[in-house]
């Protein structure tokens, strides 16, 4: 692959990337060029997504992190400089949505362990990947947020809550990064066939309502969202930051 899109020599780094959204990036950004640095809690699972890589010539390296471990995250993107001397793009996919209910009922520790997770999992390793970024003259951040970020999710309150915190996370951090050259935009998926998501496509009756109610006519899948990715990760989205790209099938098509 050649011109804009083009990210040979480049060192991407993706959390969450042992299945789904974040799999899909990782394989794509591979395909484009990049050493993907593949994370989740576990490395069982990015074991084979490395495979898959390796296996269509790219190169891959597994690091397992959970998003929650302030250190852990610090060592992944030590990890990644240490094995590949820079990372030049940073995927914040991973997340977790442990409360499908009402935003009052959600007990304590819920509310903890995803705000952890999905808000301050992201400014932990934007806060490890910045000062290599400033040094290499620049580089890409990518925040997956979601739709339920720009109007809460029925019965996911605290993770809509979170995603909307990323959106904002995102908007500040492009301001404040953007003399260094550092381009931080967000992804807003809608309803994509994930695992993450089974508990809502699985459910007949709330997928068909869903879909009743997108314009394309079906749920998403991943690689609807990783080639948007790509995009954002190369010298095509140059002057695009502070910027969410909704990704919904239409969804969020205002209505009269």
């Known amino acids: 692959m050649v011109g804009l899109f083009d990210l040979t020599g480049k060192v991407a780094v993706v959390t969450g990337a042992s299945r789904g959204i974040g799999q899909a990036i990782a394989e794509r950004l591979a395909e484009a060029g990049a050493k993907v640095v593949l994370s989740s809690r576990k490395l069982e699972g990015l074991e084979a997504v490395a495979a898959g890589i390796r296996a269509k010539g790219g190169e891959a390296l597994c690091i397992a992190a959970h998003n929650g471990d302030k250190a852990a995250l610090q060592a992944l993107i030590q990890g990644a400089v240490d094995a590949f001397g820079r990372v030049d793009v940073l995927v914040n996919n991973a997340a977790t949505n442990p409360h499908f209910g009402t935003l009052l009922d959600a007990e304590d520790s819920l509310w903890q362990k995803t705000i952890e997770v999905n808000v301050m999992g992201n400014v932990w390793l934007t806060q490890a990947v910045v000062p290599h970024m400033r040094r290499q003259g620049g580089g890409k951040i990518i925040n997956i947020a979601s739709i ?3 109007r809460p999710g029925r019965m996911q309150g605290i993770y809509s809550l979170t995603k909307a915190a990323v959106i904002s996370l995102t908007q500040t951090l492009a301001m404040e990064l953007a003399a260094d050259q550092i381009q931080v935009n967000a992804i807003a998926p809608g309803l994509v066939k994930t695992k993450f998501a089974r508990v809502i496509w699985e459910d007949e009756t709330l997928s068909n309502e869903i879909i009743q109610r997108t314009p394309a006519g079906r749920i998403g899948e991943p690689d609807d969202i990783a080639g948007l ?18 990704v919904d099938g239409g969804v969020t098509i205002p209505t009269i």
């Open 148 to 150: 339920n970020g720009l």
């Open 229 to 246: 990715a790509v995009y954002l990760a190369s010298a095509a989205s140059n002057f695009a930051t502070g910027q969410v790209f909704v």
